[in-house]
């Protein structure tokens, strides 16, 4: 599967933005999307999943509360909903995907990325 994430951009913090993951190649609903971001100088880290099998969603305890994971396998498409932004949730945000049943942590349990959207949250 192809995944092409978009809806990145700068806002100040307190506010909202929603990413886009849009998958192709193959047959989206299949997958299990992660979300994951890296600020400069630190390591990727999952921010949250959605499971293919049943649309169930796991977060960090960082965005809990504030992010919200979605799909809409009629569009092939994963969100990623984002409130109440802070600073420190600037990073370059990238959707991953594989077909195990379970939101995995590591980004090398993930076999297909998207391109990565910048956020950039200003205080």
């Known amino acids: 599967v192809q995944l092409q994430a978009s809806g990145g951009g700068l806002v100040q913090a307190g506010d909202s933005l929603r990413l886009s993951c849009v998958g192709s190649?193959?047959?989206?609903?299949?997958?299990?999307i992660g979300w994951f971001r890296q600020a400069p100088g630190k390591e990727r880290e999952l921010v949250g999943g959605?499971?293919?099998?049943?649309?169930?969603?796991s977060y960090v305890d960082s965005v809990k509360g504030r992010f919200t994971i979605s799909r809409d396998n009629s569009k092939n498409t994963a969100y990623l909903e984002m409130n109440s932004l802070r600073p420190e949730d600037t990073a370059v945000y990238y959707c991953?995907?594989?077909?195990?049943?379970?939101?995995?942590?590591?980004?090398?349990?993930?076999?297909?990325w998207g391109q990565g959207t910048l956020v950039t949250v200003s205080s």
């Open positions: 991953a995907a594989n077909r195990a049943l379970w939101v995995g942590m590591l980004p090398s349990q993930y076999g297909y």
């Open positions: 190649g193959d047959t989206f609903s299949r997958y299990t």
């Open positions: 959605i499971k293919w099998s049943d649309s169930g969603t």
